[in-house]
């Protein structure tokens, strides 16, 4: 699976967009993006996955750049509860398992 | 639905000894992964069962093992504990289609090793 780069930590300021970059320059076609969040002594929670076009649901959206290097996901109007770390993952379908490589994320401090 | 549900939350064991982690999957999933968490590690890959076969492996000692059950619950453990295997112990389900639904994790199981 492709390797991905985030930044360690970020700001946002609460009611504001917090945007969270991935670096993924060596994704092959066939690999989707993920991302998850890990609130303090919780499970790491999905957020949102997708392959080329944007994707949006009730928790966030996936911008993926056309030539799909990079991507960024758009917490629209962050709250006090979206600090957490987050995590973008690169993977391939297989039929031979599927195991997750979490690397270190993004730590996203939401401030009132 | 009822989430991915981990026993028991918290669990105190002494070196030498020997642990069993349980697990129940969303309903209707066949896939469990196991996750091992540490300050120092981060979340590391530990095993993952396809329909009660292990489809996956990391990079662990044998000491480490799981199964899985025919109506997908699955369990792991851990034998001859050491100080190191203190961490959060995650498990994940998902639907076990080729990978492209995401996993589902629960909130794990917190071993102290002393």
């Known amino acids: 699976d492709a390797k991905t780069t985030q930044p360690p930590s970020m700001d946002c300021a609460e009611g504001r967009a917090a945007n969270l970059p991935c670096n993924h320059s060596t994704i092959s076609g066939n690999e989707y993006v993920y991302w998850y969040r890990q609130i303090h002594s919780q499970g790491p929670q999905y957020i949102i996955h997708?392959?080329?076009n944007n994707e949006t649901n009730e928790m966030a959206s996936l911008i993926i750049t056309e030539d799909r290097k990079s991507s960024t996901l758009i917490l629209p109007h962050a709250t006090l509860r979206d600090t957490a770390v987050y995590y973008c993952?690169?993977?391939?379908?297989?039929?031979?398992?599927?195991?997750?490589?979490f690397g270190k994320g993004t730590s996203l401090l939401v401030t009132p | 639905k009822a989430g991915v549900t981990q026993t028991p939350r918290y669990l105190i064991k002494t070196r030498g000894q020997q642990v069993t982690l349980s697990c129940s999957p969303i309903s209707g999933h066949r896939s469990v992964s196991w996750y091992q968490q540490t300050p120092g590690q981060g979340l590391q890959f530990l095993f993952e069962?396809?329909?009660?076969?292990?489809?996956n492996k990391g990079n662990f000692p044998g000491r480490f093992s799981g199964r899985q059950f025919s109506n997908s619950r699955s369990e792991m453990n851990v034998s001859t504990l050491e100080l190191g295997d203190s961490a959060l112990y995650l498990c994940a389900s998902s639907l076990g289609d080729r990978g492209v639904s995401p996993l589902h994790f629960g909130n794990g199981t917190r071993l102290t090793v002393t």
């Open positions: 997708g392959l080329k």
């Open positions: 069962y396809f329909s009660e076969t292990q489809r």
């Open positions: 993952i690169v993977r391939e379908p297989t039929n031979s398992g599927y195991a997750l490589n």
